[in-house]
């Protein structure tokens, strides 16, 4: 195989418990799959980490959080009573960058709120049982 016809996206080994992080702020992710992401209008022009532009994989990363709540209900006979429920907030939505060239990965938050989004560079504590927990300033 020439040169000229490898492929672009090369994996690179991984030595992390988790392939992305499995919390953020504390809160379960489902990450949905890594794709490449050419094309994707939030891709990321170059590599934070090596400056490469060499295409990027994508994953989308889903977190739902949930917390419980005390609510009135009436009962048939008009009397209340007062249970406890989950509420689940609006959906956070993350995507992952992975660099094709090093393998740095990229997170951008908040996907749907321009003005709050905010890109993190992960470092091998994101990758642990733990996951992400905002404890500095993003990238």
Known sequence: ???STLPFLV???RPYKYDLPPLWDGHPVKWVGWREGLNHPHLLSTCEDCGSIAPQQTNR???A???KVTVEARLPSGKSCWRQQD???PLTELMAFRCGHCGADTVLDNL???AASRTWTLDDTDYGHCGSNQSGDPS
């Open 112 to 114: 749907h709120d321009r």
């Open 61 to 63: 990363g889903v977190i």
């Open 1 to 3: 195989m020439s040169q």
């Open 11 to 13: 994996a690179i080994p």
């Open 87 to 89: 509420w689940h907030s």
């Open 65 to 67: 959080r949930t917390r």
